[in-house]
């Protein structure tokens, strides 16, 4: 046998059964991140083949915006739409080790769809609590068809979450929202992710906050390869909240919090110390950006560069441009901007303004000469 041959035998051992180029993407965050991860013998290795999301190149912003490079992490290729579910796969294989029959959490939207998504497929019955009438129309829309028990309680994201951890307290069912431990681990992966497609970290890392979840995981995962020597630096985290929801930039709690980024209207961020402590041992800085720059962000991502992301995300962009508008993040920085939801959750948000179809009949002259051609 040849050199050539034995490579490439090789290769074709290495593929799955059913002809995928490799299975990194099958065995999900469990598998590809298995040492990084607190499991043990008996935590289930199971996955909705989360994670693996692109890290897209920009063709058009990056030069808009002066940078030296720019690639944004699209977590809404998520199996259920957002960055949610890299969490809630380690969250609920800890609750099947530990015995649990049920999951509840409080959700402006995505974390109900990722934890009935994983509920209906392991086994788990999953209760979630939303604010009444002020989650996306096609988050709700998951968590009922995967047969998750939707309570939509009155208020804000901020009460739903105090009556879960109380309900935890006193009930047998698990808390899957991100003050439970294990969704943190699981969505540290997504920094690790970023390293090995791009093969160092970013100097600056934009990223949406609401519960502060997100970038105490980010900044944990970064932490950790950075200690393994597995990047060279660290980002600075530049955190974007919505302006009438912006709880750590203005150093108290939103009492009534508003914005059109329905997943980021949260008030009293679970995790504000963290957030705080990512923001200022990265040397970055959470600002806040207005719903009108929110929409301006999220058309131009799919206008310039084809990506359809939820308001929520678009905080990442709007604040990485503010930034750079405002000097504090320099011309030539290699940024990656972290788009968490998918658009297509949130079409009502995003419908706004657009132009309506053109009503044609099939004459195609008269089509022709509508599109001047
Ligand atoms: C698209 O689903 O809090 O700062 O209950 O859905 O980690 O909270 C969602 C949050 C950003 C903010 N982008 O992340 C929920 C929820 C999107 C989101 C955030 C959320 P964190």
Redesign the pocket.
Known sequence: MTELQAASETAVGERSRDGYGDDRRRQGVIGRYAERLPLTAATPRITLNEGDTPCIESRSIVSTLGLGSLHFKFEGLNPTG?F?DRGMVVAVAKAIEEGSRAIICA??????ASAAAYAARFGLRAIVVVPSGKIAQGKLLQAQIYGAKVLAIKGN?DRALRAVRELCDRYPVTLVN?VNPYRIEGQKTAAFEIVDQLGDAPEVLAI????????TAYWRGFREYHADGLCSRLPRMVGGQAEGAAPLVLGRPVERPRTVAS??R?GNPASWEQAIRARDESEGLIDSVTDGEIITAQRWLASAEGIFA?P??AASLAVLSKSVRAGLVPPGTHAVCVL??NGLKDPDAARRDLAAPVPVDEDVENIARLLKL
């Open positions: 957002s949610k959700s402006t939207g995505n974390t109900s994201f991100s949406p906050v609401g519960n502060a979840g997100n970038i997943a980021i949260i939820e929520a995300s968490t939801g």
